[in-house]
């Protein structure tokens, strides 16, 4: 994932070989304990208590705080799983993934996005921010039931909780640099589910030329097997695949994982080929809004609420009445449909309308209509176009 570079220079040591707690391997009915809930709720604080990274990494520590299971889907489901993935990297490839950041592609390999993505890479270590929602295509439903249900249902991990997976698909060559999940985007633990042939999950390696600093540990992940990182080997050690590593011609890995819930004015909204203006003017207009303008008799009144570049439309369920301002009218409305925001220049486009810094406050929203054919001034001089006002920033906060 967050392909960080490591500058570890640890001493030599023996490189162990998995010993770790194992998981059976058993049939996906086998009776496994509940997942304790607790251990991923505490992962908030965890993660902000999260130091350094190990100058010494200790292989018996990176050991205990792996759980594999080998063999936890089987050939026939692996094979399932499989067609699956060559399905995907089609539609990936054939543009048909929705999600302008869906599909990351290098030489060796390429990356898919699902659930939510982030900004990664050279240079951003402990500055990945979020991208906003809908630039991602969605869990597709064939990697919900098949790979992330069973490890519900085997208490692995409390239901719902995935939602961020990356699948990476390796060939011949290709590497992840050695890198820690980024603590403050991912709460712990941390899955790796891997297909096709198998390869070594190097801990502590340096990925210099010379190879100065072999593996503090080395974990065999092999076709079906699930590997889960806590503790120790998610935060305090780097983890990644050196060329040398992958045993075959080709190897698809999933990263299974729940991202930190942060407060709405914390996360980070990032859109990468925005301008700063227009991604600054997507993180201040997150929230719910009404039209400026009661609707007209018998009308319906609308509200918008803006999730990352998607604006959800709630239409009230009874005809607009004087009383179209009050905000509890939004609770009852019902989905009528979804706009895109476009970052477009130093502003955004929205249902036809353009929003620019001038035309912002934290109050109103006056975006002028884009009517390139007309011109776009009325007598008076002024833009004609729709006003939102502010409602608030969440459903429930109203
Ligand atoms: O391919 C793997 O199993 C590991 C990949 C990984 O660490 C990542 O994508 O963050």
């Not at 997942?35 to 991923?40: G, H, I």
């Not at 792996?66 to 499989?82: D, H, M, R, V």
Request: proline residues 8%.
């Amino acid at each position: 994932m967050a392909a960080t570079e490591t500058e570890g220079v640890y001493t030599s040591r023996p490189i162990l070989l998995g010993n770790n707690k194992q998981g059976s391997g058993i049939s996906l009915d086998a009776a496994v304990p509940l997942a304790d809930s607790n251990k991923f709720m505490a992962t908030k604080a965890e993660n902000a208590a999260n130091g350094e990274l190990a100058t010494n990494p200790c292989p018996m520590k990176i050991c205990e705080s792996l759980t594999y299971s080998p063999g936890f889907w089987n050939p026939q489901q692996c094979a399932q799983i499989e067609a699956w993935i060559d399905d995907t990297c089609w539609r990936g490839a054939a543009g048909l993934l929705p999600g302008a950041n869906t599909v990351d592609t290098t030489p060796c390999r390429t990356k898919y996005f699902f659930g939510n993505g982030y900004t990664y890479g050279r240079g951003l270590r402990g500055r990945e921010a979020l991208l906003p929602l809908g630039a991602v295509c969605p869990i597709p439903d064939w990697l919900q039931h098949l790979v992330i249900a069973p490890l519900e249902s085997r208490g692995m991990i409390p239901p719902g909780w995935v939602d961020s997976v990356v699948m990476n698909d390796y060939r011949t060559g290709s590497s992840i640099v050695a890198h820690v999940d980024p603590p403050r985007l991912f709460a712990r633990p941390i899955l790796t589910a891997s297909f096709f042939e198998p390869a070594r999950l190097v801990f502590g390696a340096s990925f210099d030329p010379e190879r100065k600093t072999p593996p503090a540990y080395a974990q065999f992940l092999t076709r079906g097997s699930v590997l889960m990182m806590d503790g120790y080997s998610a935060n305090k050690v780097t983890h990644g695949i050196r060329p040398e590593d992958m045993m075959g011609d080709r190897r698809v890995s999933m990263i299974l994982r729940h991202l930190i819930v942060a407060p709405p004015e914390s996360l980070t909204l990032y859109y990468p080929d925005a301008s700063a203006c227009a991604n600054w003017l997507v993180s201040q207009i997150q929230g719910l809004w009404r039209d400026a303008v009661a609707p007209s008799t018998g009308s319906r009144s609308r509200f918008y609420l803006v999730r990352g570049l998607l604006v959800t439309i709630l239409m009230s369920s009874q005809p607009a009445s004087s009383a179209y301002k009050d905000p509890r009218a939004a609770k009852f409305a019902v989905e009528a449909g979804i706009w895109q925001l476009l970052p477009v220049g130093e502003g955004l486009v929205c249902n036809g309308g353009f929003l620019d810094e001038p035309h912002f406050s934290p109050r109103a929203l006056e975006w002028q209509y884009l009517r390139p054919w007309k011109c776009n001034t009325e007598e008076d001089g002024s833009v004609p176009g729709f006003t939102w006002i502010h409602v608030g920033d969440d459903l429930s906060s109203i």
